[in-house]
């Protein structure tokens, strides 16, 4: 006759399994930990994953309770059927399967990475340079009743949501030009400056386009990276300035898109662009300025240099030519890179685990079967 065992054994087999599941972790831990070569050591890119491990003794404890539970659910309905050896045996490594598992899957998450692995690549960076026309024109609000310059920082925004890895730099310009942003990779503190972005940045009025050229060459580097100017005016009241710089950004192939905002009939310029009821700008013989957008002036701009002129009348400007060209200079100025990254070896502990869920399904199977 088979020695019978009572539920109140589990928690020494629950203890000892709790032992071999920590010495398990802790043993591939330190054997892969135990190196003079900090770059080859074993980290966690997500550590905050392997606090869930203490659940794993309270399972076990659940587990423990759910026998003693059946155990006396059998004393009360005057059937004790104690438990076998064999039926023991079976649950313990039924359950022990279960928790290995689990504490692999909680493993995987904290997305363990070991050593370093060789990959190639290709570095597709990119500077773009902004200049944003401040002139009082911009004021206007022709755009669905919205102000160009609004329209213009929005654009702006939303260009730069669509952007990913390349360097901007923002540049406003009226009768002068002046830096507001070198170039930088930081996404959210260019979109803060150009919230920031007033027609009373610069007190000098006009639209001087050459200047503004001038200033986004210079943010360049001197990587081979391709280069950008993305130009956002309404073309009116510019100056025309000969100047080499034309010639330069030909001559350096920068690529040059230019977004005229505003309409053909155009509006009054408000005296005060923050305040909706304020007066608009008189000339001297008292009469209202109206300020239309000049079209023609942004497509011989961009003739002249070889670029790309959008014209809109829209609150919301389709971007998709521009990011199209943007994506194309990329692709054509790619460079091709040998570089090393960390290997990670979650799919390693993802396969323990699924390795013990199949256990631990063969062993429920049996017991059913037995």
């Not at 054994?9 to 071999?20: D, E, N, R």
């Not at 990913?164 to 009226?174: N, Q, T």
């Not at 053909?264 to 008292?286: H, V």
Request: hydrophobic residues 40%; positive net charge.
């Amino acid at each position: 006759m088979n020695k019978l065992i009572k539920p109140h054994k589990y928690i020494i087999y629950y203890l000892f399994s709790i032992g071999i599941i920590g010495t398990i972790c802790a043993a591939l831990y330190y054997s892969l930990s135990a190196t003079t070569n900090a770059k080859s050591a074993l980290v966690f890119t997500k550590p905050s994953y392997l606090y869930w491990l203490i659940f794993i003794p309270v399972f076990y404890v659940l587990l423990y309770r759910n026998q003693l539970r059946k155990f006396r659910l059998d004393q009360q309905m005057g059937s004790p059927n104690y438990l076998k050896n064999q039926t023991v045996i079976s649950t313990i490594a039924a359950d022990f399967f279960l928790m290995l598992s689990m504490s692999f899957v909680i493993i995987a998450l904290a997305q363990p990475v070991y050593g370093r692995k060789k990959v190639s690549g290709n570095s597709k960076n990119m500077e773009i340079a902004i200049c944003v026309d401040v002139s009082n024109s911009m004021n206007v609000r022709d755009v669905q009743g919205e102000a160009r310059l609004e329209v213009a920082k929005r654009t702006i925004n939303a260009l730069i949501n669509q952007l990913s890895g390349e360097k901007i730099g923002l540049c406003v310009f009226a009768g002068n030009a002046m830096l507001q942003l070198p170039l930088t990779s930081d996404y959210n503190t260019a979109q803060l400056f150009t919230d920031e972005i007033q027609s009373t940045h610069i007190s000098n009025q006009g639209t001087n386009i050459v200047e503004a050229l001038e200033t986004a060459v210079l943010m360049f580097t001197k990587s081979n990276d391709p280069k950008c100017i993305l130009m956002i005016t309404d073309g009116e009241d510019h100056e025309r300035q000969a100047s080499e710089i034309y010639n330069f950004i030909r001559e350096q192939q920068i690529a040059f898109y230019c977004i005229g905002i505003g309409t053909n009939t155009g509006g009054p310029i408000p005296e005060d662009p923050l305040d909706l009821n304020t007066e608009n700008k008189r000339d001297a013989n008292g009469f209202t300025v109206n300020s239309k957008l000049n079209p023609n002036y942004i497509k011989q701009l961009a003739k002249m240099l070889n670029g790309t002129a959008i014209i809109t009348s829209e609150a919301y400007p389709d971007l998709n030519a521009i990011l199209t060209e943007i994506n194309r200079a990329k692709s054509t100025k790619s460079r091709n890179l040998d570089f090393e990254i960390k290997a990670s070896i979650y799919e390693y502990a993802v396969l323990i685990a699924l390795l013990s869920i199949v256990f631990w399904l063969i062993i429920k199977g049996l017991k059913k079967n037995g």
